[in-house]
């Protein structure tokens, strides 16, 4: 079978204005207006540990977390957005990062989400949205995730969310003085349609008990499809 691209153009770079879900928007970052908020809810001692696999951070102020932010945007081409409740409270963050349009790849990646957003449907849904973008607005080939090989919690959920893993590159890094062997994590366009299916069941409000509690898990939904 040949791997020949038959009339490939390079897909637009990612334009997510702003989205609105059933638990939450997902919009650009405007650290003019955003910083304050996002410090409060993700920044500080009491949020360290939100930062501990994350390249940068924790920030002892809002300037210094809009200021790097800023950096990474101009350097790296770092697409931030925020996470909002549907009243408007500052739930996280969640970036594109490691931009290839002509390759037809993106990564999602810095996801810092509260201690409020985090184990929520909340949480899977910025997940689904963000991909939706990628896939369905933009045509990307590939999705990727990674991470620090030692954050058993970020392996995890790129496996429940429906990512396959590629394998471990072996002293990757020096991060924050310490050596980070790097999981890597992808989707693909063909992948798409059985996630983007398992995710709108999950999601669905037929999925959840009067308490909340879910009906079906998404490894499950996703392993009947």
């Known amino acids: 079978?040949?791997?020949?691209?038959?009339?490939?153009?390079?897909?637009a770079e990612p334009n997510l204005r702003y989205v609105k879900g059933r638990h939450v928007t997902v919009e650009p970052v405007d650290f003019t207006h955003d910083a304050e908020a996002l410090f409060n809810t993700v920044g500080g001692k009491a949020n360290a540990d939100l930062w501990r696999y994350i390249p940068i951070g924790p920030f002892d102020n809002a300037d210094d977390m809009g200021a790097v932010f800023k950096r990474f945007a101009e350097k790296e081409n770092w697409r931030?957005?925020?996470?909002?409740?549907?009243?408007?409270?500052?739930?996280?963050?969640?970036?594109?990062?490691?931009?290839?349009?002509?390759?037809?790849?993106?990564?999602?990646?810095c996801i810092v989400y509260s201690k409020q957003l985090q184990r929520t449907p909340a949480a899977t849904e910025v997940m689904y949205l963000m991909a939706s973008h990628i896939f369905d607005d933009l045509g990307y080939r590939r999705y990727e995730w990674k991470c620090n090989n030692a954050n058993d919690g970020s392996?995890?959920?790129?496996?429940?969310?429906?990512?396959?893993?590629?394998?471990?590159?072996?002293?990757?890094?020096?991060?924050?003085?310490?050596?980070?062997?790097?999981?890597?994590?992808?989707?693909?366009?063909?992948?798409?349609?059985?996630?983007?299916?398992?995710?709108?069941?999950?999601?669905?409000?037929?999925?959840?008990?009067?308490?909340?509690?879910?009906?079906?898990?998404?490894?499950?939904?996703?392993?009947?499809?």
């Open 1 to 11: 079978m040949s791997d020949r691209l038959e009339n490939w153009t390079k897909c």
């Open 80 to 109: 931030t957005h925020v996470i909002r409740s549907l009243s408007g409270d500052v739930l996280g963050m969640a970036s594109y990062m490691r931009l290839r349009p002509a390759a037809g790849s993106i990564e999602v990646g």
């Open 155 to 225: 392996k995890r959920a790129a496996l429940r969310l429906g990512f396959v893993p590629e394998g471990v590159f072996r002293q990757d890094q020096v991060m924050k003085g310490e050596n980070r062997d790097t999981a890597w994590f992808s989707m693909l366009d063909k992948e798409w349609p059985q996630a983007k299916a398992a995710f709108e069941a999950w999601l669905d409000a037929e999925n959840f008990d009067e308490d909340g509690q879910q009906k079906r898990s998404l490894t499950d939904i996703r392993a009947v499809l």
